[in-house]
């Protein structure tokens, strides 16, 4: 038996291993598993290369927790180690690692979400344990099995022992701080968590399982049922995504979403399958979800993965922010983990893996628009807050989804945005030569706007997402001759103002004395009266809402945009008086002051009622006044 002492520069690095990420003290299993998973996937290799003599089987890993023993142990029939490997991996190499892992992270504590992952290795086991044993023996012929036991000081024991198999069986003496990892529950929830995709099957324990007996039955019986034990595996060691896309159907992508969320019932609208091996290495399957207003986005998140080893659900740096709300795995060597977000966001690999997903994500868009656009249009709804997102936070995607990104119009019909301008250039430009795009945001509250304009064979579309004046704003500086209006910004004639001009029936003088007298009778705080010479069958009183004020306001609601705090703004109409209408010049000519304080409220009341604007005391004032009306 051999005594010695672990070559060691800070006499007490473990009560510092053990202190820092006191969180974080759940590691120990996923860094023990890895090792252990490590150590057969070599194994493996070994074999395939002739390396090994005789079969290897089908290798798995084991966990057993013993509370009454207080233990836990790993058990690996990987390619194990010797004595003198013990010394050289167990005593030196990885107490090197935790050492420089210390010294190197000890002021980060507050990244201890990422950095808590890899590079503590083997000696996370201290952070449970007050004392930890290896039963060992190397795949190499002749090897003798060895015992290594460590409490914590920088002590070791090293010994020979009789160990019958290959591989490596670690056995940690749980400390009583951490007594809560003898629960058989607690330990399973890890696994599931952190090892559920692994690549080498995991036991833990057995479970119970129903099966049909085939004890015969009398004819039209149903075979008995049988309750039988067997291992409880809790990985799945080939997940979807290790898989080529030409290996699985439609049918394997569903049921993997569903393996990934077992708690989502609603079905992925589509998924992206991710492979590259350069310039990095990267697998990954990605869903777009159906994204509904109570869903939870901390919820169902992507997850990292390292080599089929959960890292974490925050991907944040590595995805694109705008496509964060996707579901799935990506599954990268090649992503630093210790090392903190800041300098993440400025790795190189990692914003080619970034950009790498971005343009995956905008060929997928656009293959499935091209190959079969009715279900593309069909999705829109669904997809488009995504789409519209990634258009104006990354400029790439912004040109890739020039042939994909679909406007929708009021009567259902899909265009992208060259057939759009192709469609309505003729018809709607107006005389400087800009062709506007008309949309509505509401099809109920602005029916009478887009009735309007449909007379005028002018084309709506219907943009209801909530950024979208901030795209509007984007298309708008992009692309030339271009500018969009909402259908109730104005009069339709104004909002596409052609040549053609309508004389006013009421002389200048007319309406100078008609102007004050409709102010005065409307609150000035909100409305603009603003007189114009319309067709004499277009409304008498049409209120507006200008879009310019409009916008910056709705921008500044999401964000961005209006920096001049525009959301705080009181609302700003126009009222449109129509000087051409019949009614307007009856109310000028009116000479009882009370009969044309009551046409113009009348009037005004009915611009207000087609803007769902009339509320409250002043709607029952109106049915009232409304009621007297009919009777005289
Ligand atoms: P790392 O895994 O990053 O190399 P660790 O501290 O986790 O660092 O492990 C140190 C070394 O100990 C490993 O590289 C490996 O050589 C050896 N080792 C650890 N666990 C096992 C095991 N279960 N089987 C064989 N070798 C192991
Ligand atoms: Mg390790």
């Keep these: 038996?051999?005594?010695?002492?672990?070559?060691?520069?800070?006499?007490?690095?473990?009560?510092?291993?053990?202190?820092?990420?006191?969180?974080?003290?759940?590691?120990?299993l996923r860094e023990l598993i890895s090792n252990a998973t490590d150590a057969t996937l070599k194994l493996k290799h070994l074999s395939k290369l002739g390396e090994v003599t005789g079969e290897i089987g089908e290798p798995i890993l084991e966990v057993k927790v013993d509370k009454d023993a207080k233990e836990i142990r790993i058990i690996d029939q990987g390619i194990g180690m010797t004595g003198e490997e013990v010394e050289k991996y167990i005593n030196q190499v990885a107490f090197s690692g935790a050492e420089e892992?210390?010294?190197?992270?000890?002021?980060?504590?507050?990244?201890?979400?990422?950095?808590?992952?890899?590079?503590?290795?083997?000696?996370?086991?201290?952070?449970?344990?007050?004392?930890?044993?290896?039963?060992?023996?190397?795949?190499?012929?002749?090897?003798?099995?060895?015992?290594?036991?460590?409490?914590?000081?920088?002590?070791?024991?090293?010994?020979e022992t009789d160990k019958e198999d290959r591989g490596t069986e670690i056995v940690l003496h749980i400390a009583e701080d951490s007594e809560e990892f003898l629960d058989k529950a607690k330990i399973e929830g890890l696994l599931s968590k952190y090892n559920k995709f692994m690549p080498i099957p995991i036991k833990f324990g057995t479970r119970e399982e129903t099966i049909?007996?085939?004890?015969?039955?009398?004819?039209?019986?149903?075979?008995?049922?049988?309750?039988?034990v067997v291992d409880n595996f809790i990985n799945n060691p080939n997940p979807a995504w290790t898989k080529k896309p030409s290996e699985l159907e439609d049918q394997d992508y569903k049921n993997f979403y569903r393996e990934l969320y077992p708690m989502q019932f609603e079905e992925p609208l589509f998924h992206i399958h991710l492979n590259v091996d350069y310039p990095f290495n990267l697998t990954g399957i990605l869903y777009f979800p159906k994204l509904t207003k109570n869903m939870d986005p901390q919820k169902d998140k992507i997850q990292l993965y390292q080599n089929q080893v959960f890292v974490t659900d925050n991907v944040e740096g590595i995805v694109p922010d705008f496509l964060q709300m996707l579901r799935g795995v990506i599954d990268s060597p090649d992503i630093p983990?210790?090392?903190?977000?800041?300098?993440?966001?400025?790795?190189?690999?990692?914003?080619?893996?970034?950009?790498?997903?971005?343009?995956?994500?905008?060929?997928?868009?656009?293959?499935?628009?091209?190959n079969d656009r009715k279900s593309f249009e069909e999705k829109w709804d669904d997809i488009k807050v995504i789409i519209e997102y990634g258009m104006l936070s990354e400029e790439k995607f912004f040109e890739k989804a020039q042939k994909f990104a679909l406007y929708p119009t009021v009567n259902g019909e899909y265009f992208i945005f060259d057939e759009l301008i192709e469609k309505i250039k003729e018809n709607q430009t107006d005389k400087d030569g800009?062709?506007?795009v008309l949309y509505a945001s509401d099809k109920k509250a602005q029916h009478s706007f887009i009735e309007a304009a449909k007379e005028k064979n002018y084309?709506?579309?219907?943009?209801?997402?909530?950024?979208?004046?901030?795209?509007?704003?984007?298309?708008?500086?992009?692309?030339?001759?271009?500018?969009?209006?909402?259908?109730?910004?104005?009069?339709?004639?104004?909002?596409?103002?052609?040549?053609?001009?309508?004389?006013?029936?009421?002389?200048?003088?007319?309406?100078?004395?008609?102007?004050?007298?409709?102010?005065?009778?409307?609150?000035?705080?909100?409305?603009?009266?603003?007189?114009?010479?319309?067709?004499?069958?277009?409304?008498?009183?049409?209120?507006?809402?200008?879009?310019?004020?409009?916008?910056?306001?709705?921008?500044?609601?999401?964000?961005?945009?209006?920096?001049?705090?525009?959301?705080?703004?009181?609302?700003?109409?126009n009222l449109v008086v129509n000087t051409n209408n019949d009614m307007v010049a009856s109310i000028l000519n009116e000479k009882d002051e009370a009969v044309q304080k009551e046409l113009i409220k009348q009037g005004f009341d009915l611009a207000k009622l087609s803007q769902n604007l009339l509320h409250g005391e002043e709607l029952t004032n109106f049915i009232k006044r409304s009621f007297e009306m009919i009777k005289k």
């Design 101 to 159: 892992f210390v010294e190197k992270y000890k002021d980060k504590v507050e990244d201890s979400g990422i950095i808590g992952h890899f590079g503590l290795g083997f000696y996370s086991a201290f952070m449970v344990a007050d004392k930890v044993e290896i039963f060992t023996k190397s795949f190499q012929e002749g090897s003798k099995a060895v015992r290594w036991e460590c409490d914590g000081s920088p002590q070791y024991t090293l010994e």
């Design 337 to 370: 983990l210790n090392v903190s977000r800041s300098y993440l966001q400025a790795d190189g690999a990692v914003k080619k893996i970034s950009s790498y997903i971005t343009r995956k994500v905008a060929d997928k868009l656009n293959s499935l628009f091209k």
């Design 212 to 228: 049909k007996s085939d004890e015969p039955v009398a004819e039209g019986e149903e075979p008995k049922e049988e309750k039988i």
């Design 459 to 573: 084309e709506v579309l219907l943009l209801d997402s909530p950024i979208v004046s901030h795209l509007i704003q984007k298309l708008e500086s992009t692309k030339e001759n271009v500018t969009f209006v909402r259908v109730d910004g104005d009069h339709i004639d104004n909002l596409i103002k052609k040549d053609e001009n309508v004389v006013s029936k009421l002389s200048e003088e007319e309406q100078e004395t008609l102007k004050p007298i409709i102010e005065a009778n409307v609150p000035k705080e909100n409305y603009t009266v603003q007189l114009e010479a319309m067709d004499s069958n277009a409304n008498p009183f049409i209120i507006t809402i200008p879009e310019f004020m409009r916008r910056m306001k709705e921008m500044s609601a999401t964000g961005g945009g209006g920096m001049f705090g525009m959301g705080n703004m009181p609302e700003m109409y």
């Design 434 to 436: 800009k062709t506007v």
């Design 1 to 28: 038996m051999a005594t010695g002492n672990i070559n060691v520069t800070a006499e007490n690095i473990f009560p510092i291993i053990k202190k820092f990420l006191y969180s974080d003290h759940e590691i120990f």
